[in-house]
């Protein structure tokens, strides 16, 4: 059983970074390097949303709305994928969840808070 977790969110004001990591377990590391993965977030009162793709060779995908200020990236020696986060906005206050992927297996992380304040 593959087991997520993320880390790194935190209370950042806007306009700041965080880096925020998912540490992959329960999974070979041959066996990681074929998973997509993948950032999501889920705002107070919305629905989960797609941030932030990276396949198996490393192709990335972005949502229109951070495109320019996340970065997606993959260590396969270290079976985790990190989300770097710039120029944050209030807008991208919410719980950020780590997905892996490979045919019908998807897993799931536990989530991590971002919330952008002054």
């Known amino acids: 059983q593959v087991q997520l977790v993320e880390s790194g969110g935190d209370l950042v004001q806007p306009g700041g970074s965080l880096r925020l990591s998912c540490a992959a377990s329960g999974i070979t590391f041959n066996l990681y390097a074929m998973y997509a993965m993948g950032w999501y977030r889920q705002a107070p009162g919305k629905q989960r949303e797609l941030v932030a793709l990276i396949n198996s060779g490393g192709r990335t995908n972005y949502a229109d709305s951070v495109k320019g200020r996340l970065t997606i990236s993959r260590d396969n020696a270290k079976k985790t994928v990190y989300l770097r986060t710039n120029s944050m906005k209030p807008t991208d206050t919410a719980v950020y969840y780590c997905?892996?992927?490979?045919?019908?297996?998807?897993?799931w992380g536990q989530g991590t808070q971002i919330t952008v304040s002054a």
């Open positions: 997905n892996a992927g490979i045919g019908k297996r998807l897993y």
